[in-house]
């Protein structure tokens, strides 16, 4: 989904979908803002317009029409009908992958290139258990870091112990 309304405001739509008792997730940073003369430091979303909801579009839509800056995405060349759906099982796997990191490191659709992705490898032990994937490979970048990506939306770059790791 999307939310149009503007990052420094006091509620967000995560906030009002939370109320309203559906099950929405949002990536976070934080940010130091001047807000009414002081420095504050707050959880931002990493792209401001992004929501994910796991809900039926038919439990979803009078809340979207009583709220008039929270909008359905859409795939190009599909109908009003049929807005952007995310497979469960990736978005569960992108949800622990960031929340078990300190520091993920989101990148949009087309900022990874071919070149940044490294060998393939499968992750055994830890939160990530079973995922296989590509390490990232950035020059000087010291960490190991495992690219999950919730494909043409974000992905992001979550750091994992090397004795974790295994070549595929």
Not at 43 to 52: A, S, Y
Not at 68 to 94: A, C, I, N, S, W
Not at 101 to 117: F, H, K
């Amino acid at each position: 989904m999307r939310d149009l309304k503007r990052r420094t405001s006091n509620t967000l739509a995560i906030h009002d979908l939370n109320k309203a008792g559906f099950e929405v997730f949002t990536p976070m940073t934080q940010k130091v803002m001047t807000i009414g003369g002081r420095r504050q430091r707050r959880d931002v979303p990493v792209i401001q317009d992004l929501l994910f909801v796991h809900e039926a579009k038919d439990a979803l839509d009078p809340f979207v029409e009583a709220c008039p800056t929270l909008q359905y995405r859409y795939l190009l060349g599909k109908t009003k009908d049929e807005p952007m759906t995310v497979r469960d099982r990736d978005m569960h796997r992108f949800m622990i992958a960031v929340d078990t990191t300190d520091t993920p490191l989101y990148y949009r659709p087309g900022e990874i290139t071919e070149s940044m992705y490294g060998k393939m490898v499968r992750i055994i032990g830890g939160p990530l258990n079973d995922y296989e994937g590509r390490l990232l490979s950035v020059k000087g970048m010291r960490k190991r870091r495992v690219v999950v990506e919730i494909p043409g939306l974000i992905a992001a770059a979550v750091e994992v112990d090397p004795e974790f790791i295994q070549p595929v």
